[in-house]
Nanobody, 114 residues
Framework: EVRLVESGGDSVQPGGSLRLSCVAS????????MGWARQAPGKGVEWILI????????VNDESARGRFTISRDNTKKILYLQMTSLRTEDTGMYYC???????RGQGTQVTVSS
């Protein structure tokens, strides 16, 4: 059974930082493309960053460039999202997911507000 469990979401002020983690199990993590997606209030789910097994990164959300960093630990089967300089528009539910599949975690809430 595929499981993706996110953690690290919180409420922070603009300009703050957070690190999200996603623990994966039930599939071969080391050979899977992985990504982070966000669902902002009242909007659909949108990809932010995707990382290939070899570490090559695709930026799907240009607002994340230079502020968010995706990384992976293939030994521990953990996907990370380091977020800095957070903005109010970054608020949303953040999901760890496997692109081109239905595999997605339950999400972790990030709220950026003063």
């Amino acid at each position: 059974e595929v499981r993706l469990v996110e953690s690290g979401g919180d409420s922070v002020q603009p300009g703050g930082s957070l690190r999200l983690s996603c623990v994966a199990s039930g599939f071969t993590f080391s050979t899977a493309r992985m990504g982070w997606a966000r669902q902002a209030p009242g909007k659909g789910v949108e990809w932010i960053l995707i990382i290939n097994p070899d570490g090559v990164i695709t930026v799907n959300d240009e607002s994340a460039r230079g502020r968010f960093t995706i990384s992976r630990d293939n030994t521990k089967k953990i996907l990370y999202l380091q977020m800095t300089s957070l903005r109010t528009e970054d608020t949303g539910m953040y999901y760890c997911a496997v692109p081109e599949t239905n595999y997605r975690g339950q999400g972790t809430q990030v709220t950026v507000s003063s």
